[in-house]
Structure formats: C-alpha cells, structure tokens
C-alpha cells in the first residue's frame, strides 16, 4: 500500500506545474499563482487522512486552482474608494466642487455595483476592473462567451439607469 507521503509526492510532481502554468493564466501575476498552486498543495498535505482516489484527480486539482485564483482576484481587486483623487487631468485641475462631485459618484457608482446580482457583479468588475476578455472570464468561470455579454450587458443597463435616477 503506498503511503500518504508518496501519494502527495506523486501528486506534487505531475500537477504542480500544469496547475502554475494555469493560474498564471488567469491571475496574471506569477506570485499570485504560486500562492495558489501552494495553498492548494499545503491544504492537501495538512488533510493527510482526506487524501483519497478522487481528491488527487486532475479536474479536482484545477478546479481549486481556477476558484481559489478567482477569490485572489476578488480579494485583490481594486475597490473604488482607494482611487485616488489626484488623479491628472489635462487642461483643467479638479476644484474643491470637482472632487466633492467625483467622490459622490464614486460611492454612488460603488453602492450600485454592490446591488447587482452576484454573478453579474463578477463578470463585471473582471471585466471592467481587472480587464479581462469575454472569453478570459466565459473560461474562468465555466460559462458561455454570450452569457458573459449578456450581464455584462445587463450590469451597464442596470448602473445606467440607476445612476441617471
């Protein structure tokens, strides 16, 4: 009977770089991705007597990999009360009125985003706040190109007119 050690070592050296190779696809960021693939492996090794035939599947070990990037996004996106309010503008430098009108959409645009429902909500801020392709998000979070368009769609129908309210 093969041991636990053996089975994660097993496990560790055909998956870990096909797994870092996916989360670098969707985080972008290398470090993020090995803070993934890593807390993958770690929260495998510290469930020693949960290791069985199926929890060291492919589809298991990459499914975790795409949620957890998925919660790294979130917990990392940029929220819209830590824009700064220095930002540069061509000609005109924003007055006192300019910066008290910015901050009040802001939170208004911040407090209608939160209103959208959730899946809607996540294809839009990783479209709109982390830029990414319709197909990028389609594949990250297991849904069509065309649903993708359709909340995001609808997510900038619903701002646009509860904004103009």
Known sequence: METFEAK???LFKKYRSGMLHFAISITNNIDDAEEVVNDIFVNIWEKKTDLREELGTKSYLFRS???????KIRANRLP???MTDD???AANMPTGLDKLQFNETREKLN???DQLPTRCRQVFLLSRVHELSHKEIAEL????????ENQIGFALKSLREWMQS
């Open 141 to 148: 979070m297991d849904i069509t190109p065309k649903t993708v």
């Open 80 to 82: 819209f009360e830590t």
């Open 87 to 89: 930002i540069p503008v």
């Open 8 to 10: 994660f070592e097993g």
């Open 111 to 113: 407090y209608y985003v």
């Open 65 to 71: 990999v795409k949620n957890r990037c998925l919660n």
